[in-house]
């Protein structure tokens, strides 16, 4: 019996499939193995030609990277993929995983800061996650320096994640590599990008909104302005999760960006109490039930009029898809398979907060 990672892995690992494609694909025709088969077809309507799917070998090499170091696959359609992650817009298809995942069932803060963090902020850090720890709140951070790695160090004990931007087996920044193993030893380590993978700038971003997503709030220690941390923050906002910040002496340049995001509406943190205050469960009452982010079955066939409709509607300028929805008077599960048509032809990019744009 064929192994049905492969084919999931050669959707994700083709370059044109992006985490929501992967999904509207999986949720219009039932399985990888299909959407590949259809893959042509739906390019060509989009006007393009199909994606060079990854190669079967390379994906079967790949998974055996990834048991041999003691990892597994986690599937955004398995039962035990984390549940607040996939709420995102844009959750990880795949992430390859190492240590505890049952962390996913309790309750997450996402602690993040400069990695030229002072003494003092880190000191801070440190505490923060000790005492958070204690009432049974995981830590969830990117293993960088600085930041970071106090808020690691003072979580390994209650439980703590990390995230990295590369392969689960490249440790970064060298000087974390002992860190790295303790976390997936006695936490769990995450990375979305497959072994062997530098960690790269672009990938940093992505590693971020992961952060994020999988936490219930997040907290800014100490960071400059136009830091990585307040991108961290900013997605968790978009997420309608809780944004936290320490704020700091208007005379250190460390503390502008907490200072900003106070001023801006995050919720100031002094003590871990406050923290707890802050993410305290809501009513179940008021919560509102998920909404299905794409219904392939019940779209009907968009004909060539609908197309040139979207089409014209469509431009350089990143739109949301809700504006996309509202203005060609289309309904939204004929909107989205257009859009996937379009994406798999190459000629739109999908941009954060469920935007596209015209390539």
Not at 68 to 87: I, T
Not at 222 to 236: F, M
Not at 251 to 260: D, F, K, S, W, Y
């Amino acid at each position: 019996m064929a192994d049905p990672r492969v084919a999931r892995l050669r959707l994700i690992r083709t370059p044109s499939i992006g985490p929501v494609t992967y999904r509207q694909l999986l949720a219009r025709f039932g399985s990888a193995e299909r959407a590949i088969e259809a893959l042509p077809e739906l390019a060509a309507r989009g006007g393009g030609k199909a994606p060079r799917i990854a190669d079967t070998g390379t994906v079967e090499r790949e998974i055996a990277t990834v048991e041999k170091l003691g990892a597994r696959y986690l599937f955004v359609d398995d039962p035990d993929y984390p549940p607040l992650l996939a709420e995102l817009d844009n959750p990880p298809a795949a992430m390859t995983v190492k240590g505890d995942t049952a962390l996913f069932a309790r309750t997450g803060v996402a602690m993040v800061g400069a990695r030229n963090a002072s003494a003092a902020a880190c000191r801070f850090a440190r505490g923060l996650a000790v005492e958070l720890g204690r009432e049974g709140v995981v830590i969830v951070s990117g293993l960088a320096r600085g930041l970071d790695t106090a808020a690691h160090h003072g979580s390994l004990a209650t439980g703590t994640i990390g995230v990295i931007a590369s392969g689960i087996d490249i440790a970064f920044p060298p000087e974390n590599r002992d860190l790295q193993r303790q976390v997936a030893e006695q936490g769990l380590l995450i990375a979305e990008q497959p072994p062997g993978s530098e960690p790269l700038a672009r990938n940093f971003p992505h590693r971020n909104r992961v952060i994020a997503g999988l936490a219930t709030g997040t907290v800014v220690v100490e960071a400059a302005p136009r830091s990585g941390s307040l991108i961290t923050a900013r997605l968790a906002a978009e997420a309608g999760r809780d944004v936290m910040a320490v704020p700091g002496s208007p005379l250190e340049p460390r503390a502008q960006g907490c200072n900003q995001l106070i001023r801006d509406g995050a919720t100031l943190v002094q003590s871990a109490t406050d923290i707890l205050e802050t993410i305290r469960p809501i009513d179940a009452r008021m919560v509102r039930s998920p909404v299905s982010p794409f219904d392939g079955t019940a779209a009907a066939e968009p004909d060539d009029g609908d197309r040139r409709k979207l089409h014209g509607l469509l431009g350089p300028v990143p739109v949301a898809i809700d504006e996309l929805i509202r203005q060609s008077g289309l309904a939204p599960a004929t909107v989205a398979l257009i859009l996937l048509e379009l994406e798999l032809a190459g000629r739109i990019e999908r941009h954060a907060g469920g935007r596209v744009s015209a390539t």
